[in-house]
């Protein structure tokens, strides 16, 4: 078990004395060293070979209804346009898998030449290249979008 301290400082008056003193309280808390399988990530090795990535690819786009090659996580995007596309999605309130192309350099690449697309962010939906930021944007404000993800 690995163990983590919380420390809290608490300032004590005492009024007999009309001084101030510090008083700290140690909390201990205990974590796991695994987690439940359920909750654990789940990662797919990566090819080394550009041939093998763009079969990855072409698997994680046929096997998610909506894809997202982004850069970073949808909590924590690293470019303002795949963080703009996140919280299209999120508005709509669709699940949606991510892949952090930051992460990844291959794939970086790989989707660029799977789409011929130059950039990043790319959304797939039903194994459909849909487009990046200024495509995703304006099919949103259109209503197409939302429509399409009905469907």
């Not at 300032?11 to 003193?21: A, E």
């Not at 996140?86 to 794939?107: D, Y």
Request: with cysteine.
């Amino acid at each position: 078990m690995l163990s983590s301290v919380f420390r809290r400082n608490k300032l004590l008056i005492n009024s007999n004395l009309n001084k101030i003193t510090s008083c700290q309280y140690v909390y201990h808390r205990k974590f796991s060293d695994e987690s439940h399988p359920d909750f654990q990530p789940k990662k797919t090795a990566i090819p080394t070979g550009m041939e093998d990535v763009l079969k990855l690819i072409d698997e994680q786009v046929k096997t998610n209804n909506i894809m997202l090659y982004m850069k970073g996580t949808p909590s924590k995007p690293q470019c303002g346009f795949s963080g703009q596309v996140v919280r299209i999605l999120n508005a709509i309130g669709v699940s949606f898998s991510t892949v952090n192309v930051m992460e990844f350099p291959l794939i970086r690449e790989g989707i660029k030449e799977y789409s011929e697309w130059p950039t990043i962010p790319q959304l797939y939906i039903d194994g459909e290249f849909i487009g990046g930021c200024d495509i995703v944007s304006d099919m949103f404000k259109d209503g197409d979008l939302v429509t399409m993800l009905e469907d």
